[in-house]
């Protein structure tokens, strides 16, 4: 195989820790290359985070140069091929080159091989299946880089055979398509998403949610927005096989732009619920489903049917910041309440001025001074007696304590709690 272009060296490339592991491998022969994700964003100058190296050397021989070479080998997925390297603090996934002889829609049946084409051709995705040696040389069997120019996210060989072999393949195409396409999406990979998307309910939730999550949390500067691409699964059927209430992509869209106008991270849990059409019972199944952990769970039930309403308008008028200073000390938590503030201010009519949620969000600030300064144990030494009834008189104190704003302070609290009990 010739090399089919030259990658201008990389920190990660010729970073000590990087180096050791390639000088590990060819003190036993191994020849080695980077491979996949690294490459491919390398190549279009994105941010490289996960560094995977594939060699044509069985996993028991890359272990021992490893371990000779005083690096630390972990047999991470050994039956499969894989081995992480640590070098320098940093992990590195090593691969045996490998052909796929049998698979069940979800897991395949792998022999090594000494074969580069042989390993690139049971890649999912054209531009998944590039290489790169130590020096820079990339390797480009199947047309990944014309691809990556071209903003198409193109199946190796047969897009039908590629997603059987597991189905997972079929969201990982949107997925890419979200971060990496660009025009329309490829036809053939399309069809075949339509046709094989009834057999999306047999993966694992843990599968779906990390595509999913990965799809929604795709970067402002994609070609294709997430909603977008939601949308393009709701037209052509396939979130019908998967979340079929998940349908709100106009205010996915409108969350999305107001995160980015405010320099806000996208957040997976919170985009999930903006394009939810559900209650809180659907949500906990849907939880359920994508095997959510419990405070995502909880989080996304308190998101798709909101505990309280914010005012979100004028909301830095006096009057609106008593409401939402209200508001944000019945939900208790500044994180919840900054997750409501977006999503209320996505719901607004309107034109959005972006002063409104900046007001709303700042008073989160406040929280920390939103407790009630009294507690039960100074009833009692009011003489109230333990029992509902000093249940009941905390609770119009505290009252009384939120109508005024919160301003009272102790000495206030416990003079109205002496003229309640009076009364």
């Keep these: 195989m010739t090399a089919a272009a030259r990658l201008d060296p990389q920190p990660w490339m010729t970073a000590p820790a990087s180096r050791a592991v390639f000088a590990a491998l060819a003190a036993g022969g191994a020849d080695a290359r980077f491979v996949g994700g690294c490459v491919r964003d390398a190549w279009l100058g994105r941010p490289v985070k996960d560094i995977d190296i594939a060699t044509h050397a069985p996993p028991d021989r890359v272990m021992e140069l490893l371990t000779a070479a005083g690096l630390r080998a972990i047999p991470t997925g050994i039956a499969h091929g894989t081995v992480t390297a640590l070098s320098g603090g940093q992990p590195y996934e090593i691969t045996t080159l490998r052909r796929d002889v049998e698979s069940d829609g979800r897991h395949a049946r792998v022999v090594f091989t000494d074969d580069w084409e042989e390993d690139a051709a049971r ?35 047969d897009a039908v055979r590629r997603m059987t072999e597991d189905v997972l393949r079929l969201l990982r195409f949107f997925r890419f398509y979200a971060h990496y396409g660009r025009g329309a999406p490829d036809a053939e990979a399309l069809a075949a998403c339509v046709a094989l998307a009834p057999r999306l309910p047999n993966l694992s939730g843990e599968r779906v949610r990390g595509e999913l999550f990965r799809l929604l949390t795709t970067p402002d500067a ?8 939601w949308r393009l699964m709701i037209d052509h059927g396939v979130m019908a ?8 992509t106009a205010r996915l869209a409108r969350l999305a732009r107001l995160e980015h106008d405010l320099g806000i991270p996208a957040d997976p849990t919170r985009r999930l619920a903006a394009v939810l059409d559900a209650d809180r019972a659907e949500s906990l199944r849907i939880a359920d489903r994508l095997r959510l952990s419990n405070p995502e769970r909880d989080r996304l039930a308190a998101l798709t049917e909101p505990p309280v309403a914010l005012p979100i308008h004028a909301a830095a008028s006096e009057h609106q910041r008593t409401a939402l200073r209200q508001a944000l000390y019945r939900v208790g938590n500044a994180a919840l309440y900054h997750d409501l503030v977006l999503l209320a201010a996505t719901d607004a009519p309107g034109p959005l001025d ?14 920390p001074t939103l407790r009630l300064p009294i507690a039960g144990r100074d009833l009692l ?43």
């Design 123 to 157: 890649r999912d995705l054209t531009m998944n299946a590039l290489s790169c040696t130590a020096d820079g040389l990339v390797y480009d069997p199947l047309g990944g880089l014309a691809d990556l120019a071209a903003g198409r996210v193109r199946f190796v060989g």
């Design 222 to 229: 994609a070609a294709t927005s997430a909603a977008e691409v």
């Design 241 to 248: 096989h998967l979340l079929p209430s998940a349908t709100r």
């Design 354 to 367: 972006l002063a409104d949620p900046r007001a709303a969000l700042a008073v989160a600030e406040d929280l």
């Design 381 to 423: 030494a009011l003489g109230v007696e333990r029992g509902p009834a000093l249940g009941a008189l905390l609770k119009r104190v505290e009252a009384w304590w939120i109508a005024g704003d919160f301003r009272a302070d102790r000495a206030a609290c416990l003079d109205q709690a002496r003229g309640m009990l009076d009364a």
